[in-house]
């Protein structure tokens, strides 16, 4: 007999370590050991992510499908910062069921939580962490030995475009706004649907969160205005708003729906409120998810760029540890990672 946490490593191909959270209901995996990352391409934390998904796209697989993790698993990948730009503490990416994303609210808040309360990371007024989109900056609060809640300032964000797309589930087109938090989104009110933003139609609102996304990517051909680089919507967060608080549903991946009001997504909605007059700066912000948890955010400032108006928005929420755990890949084991509900394996 072995003792819990002392595998006989006679079949084990490879072992990963991590630190499992939850952000306001919504998992973050954080990926801590058994990755080598000096093997990792490239200096940013962009073309780290580009050089894992090249080369250890079947570790994102295993932890995040089963029978490891489950379709609605999320996850991230602790890196060095680029030494000579990012002026950063940390760097991680974050990866889903089907992909990448380039920035994630609820993933960075879990990752800092995790990573002070576990002694990786020092406890500081402010932690600056490398993301795929760019730099945010993390400020917890401490409160009894831990931390509290923590407040993400993210990339600076703006109205792309607004469109109308034919849905299947609709007589008349849907008009879309896009918008770029960090990754870009497709905001759909809820009225145009007819529907209450509930967990009673959860398996409707993920296809036609899956419909309108490529629908919008169909329509247009999405270019970063400052990178120049060819993007696409990669979440469609479908709203409905209220006096108390707007609540989502946020579906990205390959059809998973977020359980927290996800961060880039309240970012993404503030900007939309902003642009439209319905918001403004300072004015504090209650967004709640499809399962009723709640995020507090705030445009703290706006710039202008080249004609475009930029929002540098922030939102506080708190994450928990749920776990910390070994995952082992076991040479005679045939399935590394599955699904059920998607195509890919
Ligand atoms: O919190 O930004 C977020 C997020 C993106 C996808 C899931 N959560």
Same mark, same amino acid.
């Given at each position: 007999?072995?003792?819990?946490?002392?595998?006989?490593?006679?079949?084990?191909?490879?072992?990963?370590?991590?630190?499992?959270?939850?952000?306001?209901?919504?998992?973050?995996?954080?990926?801590?050991?058994?990755?080598?990352?000096?093997?990792?391409?490239?200096?940013?934390?962009?073309?780290?992510?580009?050089?894992?998904?090249?080369?250890?796209?079947?570790?994102?697989?295993?932890?995040?499908?089963?029978?490891?993790?489950?379709?609605?698993?999320?996850?991230?990948?602790?890196?060095?910062?680029?030494?000579?730009?990012?002026?950063?503490?940390?760097?991680?990416?974050?990866?889903?069921?089907?992909?990448?994303?380039?920035?994630?609210?609820?993933?960075?808040?879990?990752?800092?939580?995790?990573?002070?309360?576990?002694?990786?990371?020092? +406890?500081?007024?402010?932690?600056?962490?490398?993301?795929? +989109?760019?730099?945010?900056?993390?400020?917890?609060?401490?409160?009894?030995?831990?931390?509290?809640?923590?407040?993400?300032?993210?990339?600076?964000?703006?109205?792309?475009?607004?469109?109308?797309?034919?849905?299947?589930?609709?007589?008349?087109?849907?008009?879309?706004?896009?918008?770029?938090?960090?990754?870009?989104?497709?905001?759909?009110?809820?009225?145009?649907?007819?529907?209450?933003?509930?967990?009673?139609?959860?398996?409707?609102?993920?296809?036609?969160?899956?419909?309108?996304?490529?629908?919008?990517?169909?329509?247009?051909?999405?270019?970063?205005?400052?990178?120049?680089?060819?993007?696409?919507?990669?979440?469609?967060?479908?709203?409905?708003?209220?006096?108390?608080?707007?609540?989502?549903?946020?579906?990205?991946?390959?059809?998973?729906?977020?359980?927290?009001?996800?961060?880039?997504?309240?970012?993404?909605?503030?900007?939309?409120?902003?642009?439209?007059?319905?918001?403004?700066?300072?004015?504090?912000?209650?967004?709640?998810?499809?399962?009723?948890?709640?995020?507090?955010?705030?445009?703290?400032?706006?710039?202008?760029?080249?004609?475009?108006?930029?929002?540098?928005?922030?939102?506080?929420?708190?994450?928990?540890?749920?776990?910390?755990?070994?995952?082992?890949?076991?040479?005679?084991?045939?399935?590394?990672?599955?699904?059920?509900?998607?195509?890919?394996?």
């Amino acid at each position: 007999m072995t003792s819990d946490n002392d595998f006989d490593d006679t079949h084990v191909d490879a072992s990963f370590t991590t630190i499992d959270t939850h952000t306001a209901g919504e998992p973050t995996r954080i990926l801590l050991d058994g990755l080598d990352r000096s093997t990792l391409d490239g200096e940013s934390v962009r073309a780290k992510r580009e050089s894992f998904a090249e080369e250890y796209d079947w570790v994102r697989k295993l932890l995040m499908k089963e029978p490891r993790g489950h379709d609605d698993m999320f996850g991230a990948v602790i890196v060095e910062p680029n030494e000579d730009t990012a002026d950063a503490d940390l760097g991680v990416f974050f990866m889903d069921n089907k992909g990448y994303l380039d920035m994630c609210g609820h993933g960075t808040i879990g990752v800092v939580s995790a990573l002070i309360e576990h002694g990786h990371l020092s +406890a500081e007024p402010t932690i600056r962490v490398e993301t795929p +989109a760019g730099v945010v900056e993390a400020t917890p609060q401490y409160a009894e030995g831990g931390v509290e809640r923590v407040t993400i300032q993210n990339v600076t964000s703006f109205v792309y475009d607004a469109t109308t797309v034919p849905v299947s589930f609709l007589d008349s087109p849907l008009r879309v706004d896009i918008v770029y938090a960090g990754n870009f989104f497709a905001l759909v009110d809820s009225e145009q649907l007819g529907v209450s933003v509930d967990t009673t139609r959860t398996d409707e609102f993920v296809d036609w969160g899956l419909e309108i996304q490529a629908a919008v990517n169909d329509e247009l051909d999405i270019v970063h205005p400052f990178s120049g680089e060819p993007d696409s919507v990669s979440i469609t967060e479908i709203y409905e708003s209220s006096d108390d608080a707007d609540r989502s549903i946020v579906i990205f991946g390959g059809g998973q729906v977020d359980r927290s009001p996800c961060g880039t997504g309240t970012c993404a909605k503030m900007t939309l409120l902003y642009e439209s007059g319905r918001l403004a700066v300072d004015e504090p912000y209650i967004h709640e998810s499809v399962i009723g948890t709640r995020f507090e955010g705030r445009i703290i400032e706006t710039k202008e760029r080249e004609g475009i108006t930029l929002t540098v928005p922030t939102i506080t929420g708190t994450a928990r540890i749920t776990g910390k755990h070994t995952f082992i890949k076991d040479h005679r084991d045939s399935i590394t990672s599955l699904s059920i509900t998607s195509d890919e394996e």
